[in-house]
């Protein structure tokens, strides 16, 4: 496993030889799918591709997905999809209610009161 300081941290990551390694279904040719399929991205650096923890997690999903579904090609990819943007809404949501939470009551009651008008009409 490689570490590498970025952004002040240290963060793992994994040669696709110690990602294989680790996640039991995961074999060469199913990694290979996976990057031509864009749903896997390893970072290039000067080691060469390298994975991150987060594409580690993924790849696990991915290969539960495929073996416990029977999930591969588009919708693998949907799903993957789906689950990437949601996982922005939720980061841009904390975004929202973090600002929210910053303004007076006043501005905050008002918001309250305009989101549930909409939830009503909508």
């Known amino acids: 496993m490689i570490r590498a300081a970025e952004w002040g941290c240290e963060m793992a990551r ?7 390694a680790s996640i039991d279904d995961l ?3 199913r990694l290979t799918h996976y990057i031509e399929m864009r749903v896997l991205r390893p970072v290039v650096s000067e080691q060469g591709e390298t994975f991150r923890e987060i594409d580690r ?4 999903l991915l290969c539960d997905l495929s073996e416990d579904y029977g999930l591969d090609g588009d919708a693998l990819s949907l799903v993957m999809r789906l689950l990437d943007e949601t996982h922005g809404l939720r980061g841009q949501m904390r975004a929202l209610i973090a600002a929210l939470a910053e303004e007076p009551d006043e501005a905050r009651e008002r918001v309250i009161a305009r989101i549930r008008l909409a939830r009503k009409q909508g």
């Open 14 to 20: 994994y040669t696709a030889e110690e990602l294989i």
């Open 27 to 29: 074999t060469a040719p």
């Open 57 to 60: 997690a993924r790849a696990r």
